[in-house]
């Protein structure tokens, strides 16, 4: 069993900045693919982002593309979401998502059913 915790999220204005970090233990990381999600209230769960156990491969929603970058560091365990020119279309609940996935470079990505194990969320409000 993997255990995710996600933490940074907040309030801010609109252009501003966040990063988000989610913290995983309870098996090898590097075994692990890793996602970004985020739900609306009344929406259903999106892609954000996504990365390899290498960083290999990235992939990233159109609607991120350019100002959202995913990174991770398989010594700390962590997988990060740096996100910039945060707009209030961005305010969501953020979860972090885990694809057992070891050695492969081609991974679920957006295909949110692939994920294995998730983090509870941390919200982000963006304010115009």
């Known amino acids: 069993q993997v255990q995710l915790v996600e933490s940074g999220g907040g309030l801010v204005q609109a252009g501003g900045s966040l990063r988000l970090s989610c913290a995983a233990s309870?098996?090898?990381?590097?075994?692990?693919?890793m996602g970004w999600f985020r739900q609306a209230p009344g929406k259903e769960r999106e892609f954000v982002a996504a990365?390899?156990?290498?960083?290999?491969?990235?992939y990233y929603a159109d609607s991120v593309k350019g100002r959202f970058t995913i990174s991770r560091d398989n010594a700390k365990n962590t997988v990060y979401l740096q996100m910039n020119s945060l707009k209030p279309e961005d305010t969501a609940v953020y979860y972090c998502?885990?694809?057992?996935?070891?050695?492969?470079?081609?991974?679920?990505?957006?295909?949110?059913?692939?994920?294995?194990?998730w983090g509870q969320g941390t919200q982000v409000t963006v304010s115009s």
């Open positions: 998502a885990a694809e057992f996935a070891p050695g492969r470079t081609v991974v679920a990505g957006p295909r949110v059913h692939e994920y294995d194990h």
């Open positions: 309870g098996r090898t990381f590097s075994n692990y693919a």
């Open positions: 990365i390899s156990w290498s960083g290999g491969s990235i």
